[in-house]
């Protein structure tokens, strides 16, 4: 999703969400939460997987790093949930690839340890 934002391609961006994610707002408020933005640096912490009934579940922690466009930057630690209904249970179309279902993202202090609050973000 970094690409697309960096890109400032936001419907792409805002693709990558479940239709019924938990909190998205509509396209254009989505968008406009992007209008200061130069750019995101995104790192992943260690993802953790959870499978059942042809389901797959994913919780990924992660450190975002904006820009904005007046060149000062906030940081974020959260969660990123991600759902994909396993492809060979998938029996109608369209086919519905990954999708993020709900995240839990939250401004930390720019030289906070993020790699200590990233591990603890998905609990």
């Not at 990558?16 to 408020?29: I, R, V």
């Not at 179309?93 to 999708?99: A, E, F, N």
């Amino acid at each position: 999703m970094s690409i697309a934002v960096n890109r400032h391609e936001y419907l792409r961006a805002f693709s990558y969400w479940e239709p019924n994610a938990k909190g998205l707002p509509s396209f254009d408020q989505f968008q406009q939460g992007y209008a200061d933005t130069d750019s995101v640096q995104l790192e992943v912490g260690t993802v953790v997987t959870d499978a059942g009934a042809g389901q797959c579940y994913y919780q990924v922690p992660v450190t975002l790093v904006s820009t904005n466009t007046a060149n000062t930057t906030e940081t974020f630690v959260g969660c990123y949930d991600l759902h994909l209904a396993l492809p060979d249970a998938q029996a109608t179309q369209p086919y519905q690839g990954i999708g993020i279902s709900s995240a839990s993202v939250n401004k930390v202090a720019n030289n906070a340890d993020t790699a200590t609050l990233m591990a603890q973000a998905c609990q």
